[in-house]
């Protein structure tokens, strides 16, 4: 759990960080919320390799599926509007607290498996939600990645609200 | 699964409804709204899912009538009653019509997305 909020606290510092050094520009936007989407794409994908619990396995089918639709639409955005997705140390740190998070749960098997896969699934959309709604929102200039991020923002909050009631049978 | 994740999302046959897909098509209307209200004929109502919302439900909706649901979304969704009367897959863009055959008070969810939720009454 410690490594959970660790993790979570991770993308809030980072992002948190990149705003105060410096707003975030849509590139590099873009490309935050491109990592993110992909981070839980992973994490879904591990989830669907190692659980074995029905609900684990439809909630990890829905963070795939709808992180990709989701990813697939900002791919095609970014290709419209000519935009290059710039990497920034937000993605670099999201990237790499992410891999340790899949290492560490690749560890685990059965109900821990689960547990922990969720627990990081409520932490992460909920970080992942407020960098949304406090940092890459407000500073992204283009309207229509704009109302991505908005359309994102209203999904997530379904994968968090999604996650936490899971998170409650699996006690 | 666990019934209080996902409380009702057997598949059922379908017994208040007769469905069919139609091929992707642009949006239709934004609101739900009567297509056909014609006196004594039966009304077709069209409820948009945009924006992980269902859109409000027709209010006058009789047996006889038709639901076309209107996935604008790019995110699979589904209208799934509570009780298991119909459950509809809404592939993103998709559209399906379903027909009520018999009255009732209707709550229905997103299995996919559980906070997506809307009710529908039905008399006869």
């Known amino acids: 759990m410690l490594k959970t909020l660790a993790f979570a606290a991770a993308l809030s510092l980072s992002v948190a960080g990149a705003a105060l050094a410096q707003a975030p520009n849509d590139a590099q936007i873009a490309h935050i919320a491109y990592t993110a989407g992909n981070i839980d794409i992973a994490a879904g994908k591990q989830a669907i390799a190692k659980s074995h619990d029905k609900a684990v396995l439809d909630f990890a089918n829905e963070m795939v599926r709808d992180h990709t639709a989701v990813n697939d639409k900002a791919l095609a955005l970014v290709k419209k509007l000519g935009v290059t997705p710039q990497d920034n140390p937000t993605s670099q740190s999201l990237s790499k607290a992410a891999a340790a998070k899949l290492k560490e749960l690749s560890a685990l098997n059965g109900k821990a498996f689960d547990k922990a896969y969720v627990a990081n699934e409520v932490a992460y959309h909920k970080t992942v939600n407020g960098a949304l709604a406090n940092t890459l929102i407000p500073n992204a200039k283009n309207a229509e990645l704009k109302s991505l991020l908005q359309t994102g923002l209203t999904l997530f909050k379904e994968h968090q609200m999604h996650a936490e009631h899971l998170a409650a049978t699996l006690k | ?124």
């Open chain 2, 1 to 124: 699964m666990t019934s209080s994740t996902r409380p009702f999302c057997n598949r059922v046959a379908v017994a208040i409804l007769a469905g069919a897909a139609l091929a992707t098509a642009p949006a239709a209307a934004p609101l739900a709204k009567p297509h056909a209200a014609a006196a004594g004929k039966p009304a077709l109502y069209v409820i948009t899912l945009d924006n992980m919302k269902f859109g409000p439900a027709p209010a006058h909706v009789k047996v006889g009538d038709t639901i076309e649901w209107d996935n604008n979304d790019i995110f699979l969704h589904s209208a799934t009653a509570r009780d298991t009367s119909f459950n509809v897959e809404l592939k993103p863009k998709a559209r399906m019509r379903m027909t009520f055959i018999r009255p009732g008070v209707f709550p229905f969810y997103c299995r996919y997305h559980p906070g997506m939720t809307g009710t529908l009454v039905v008399s006869k």
